[in-house]
């Protein structure tokens, strides 16, 4: 039988809801919680606990672990391995440089930006960004500043460059903030399906947030949408975003929408059961090697063509 591991550092009220829907499903969930053990970087499987608490060797892995320095390492080493796993794409392994570049690269509307390696390049993007401007620390684990006048800039700036070490004054600098005109919406595979309470969505908003998640070949992602005078942007991303009081756009639960996906992705993988008739008309699901850029298999069927319950590739 086929197992999910849900990779976090506790269970949650979201992490709880991911495994009842699972459950609900038919699939056998297990949270996958890293221990004080070495990981070897091998091409095998997750390996079974004690390696691993939580017990057998996993199908597919759902990322769910908050800690990203930690996180971005077993994903990537998950998808060294060939696993299938449900995470943010580039965001689960990169940082907001690295998510800023790609969404740009791709047309995807952002704030004016600049990247900042000290506290001097800092003050020099606030002074040409004007204010107010935000700081966002590269790292995720870093929460965004706002930056009001010149006073609250040069106090937040030396601040970071006095107590932090070289990566904590890596920062971007972006125009603007987006205190109470954001809404943040969980994408799952390749669709809105909640946001959280901020103001009600239009069309807008939602197709940016897929696109955004489309760009970093997301399965699983938060993407905070801003409302600006020239229109939404996307303003930052959420790798393992909260969603215990997010709001179902369509009706479905994001547990429940993920717990479809899953299903989807394990069936994709398994293997033929029978050999395959060069005259059967029926299409044949992607082998677990159809992988995209970053191990990762296609988001979405082609023209959202679904038989007998299952997304077909094309």
């Excluded at 938060?222 to 229109?231: F, P, S």
Aim: glycine share 10%; with cysteine; charged share 15%.
């Amino acid at each position: 039988m086929a197992t999910v591991g849900v990779l976090c550092g506790r269970m949650r009220v979201e992490e709880k809801l991911l495994v009842a829907a699972l459950a609900e499903a038919g699939v056998v969930a297990e949270p996958v919680v890293p221990t004080g053990l070495p990981l070897p970087p091998s091409r095998h499987p997750l390996p079974p606990a004690p390696a691993f608490a939580g017990g057998p060797q996993t199908d597919l892995l759902i990322d769910r672990f908050p800690e990203r320095a930690a996180g971005a390492a077993l994903i990537a080493a998950s998808r060294a391995t060939g696993s299938a796993t449900i995470d943010a794409g580039l965001a689960a392994t990169g940082d907001r440089l690295t998510v800023a570049t790609a969404l740009a690269a791709a047309g995807v509307p952002r704030p004016n930006t600049h990247f900042a390696w000290s506290a001097e390049a800092a003050l020099a993007a606030v002074a040409s960004l004007g204010y107010p401007a935000t700081l966002l620390p590269l790292a995720y684990r870093s929460a965004a500043t706002p930056l009001l006048d010149i006073d609250a800039a040069e106090a937040v700036i030396e601040h970071r460059a006095v107590l932090g070490n070289g990566v904590e004054t890596l920062a971007l600098v972006q125009a603007g903030v987006a205190v109470g005109c954001s809404s943040c919406f969980v994408v799952v595979d390749g669709e809105p399906v909640a946001s959280d309470g901020g103001p009600e969505p239009d069309a807008v908003a939602p197709n940016l947030a897929a696109r955004a998640a489309h760009a970093l070949g997301a399965r699983l992602i938060g993407v905070v949408v801003a409302e600006t005078t020239h229109g939404p942007v996307v303003w930052d991303v959420q790798p393992v975003p909260e969603f215990r009081h997010a709001r179902p756009l369509s009706g479905r639960p994001v547990a429940e929408a993920v717990a479809a996906m899953a299903i989807r992705l394990l069936k994709a993988r398994a293997p033929q059961q029978e050999p395959m008739d060069p005259h059967d008309p029926r299409p044949v699901l992607a082998p677990a090697g159809h992988l995209n850029g970053h191990g990762n298999g296609n988001l979405r069927a082609e023209a959202g063509e679904v038989r007998d319950g299952v997304a077909l590739f094309a």
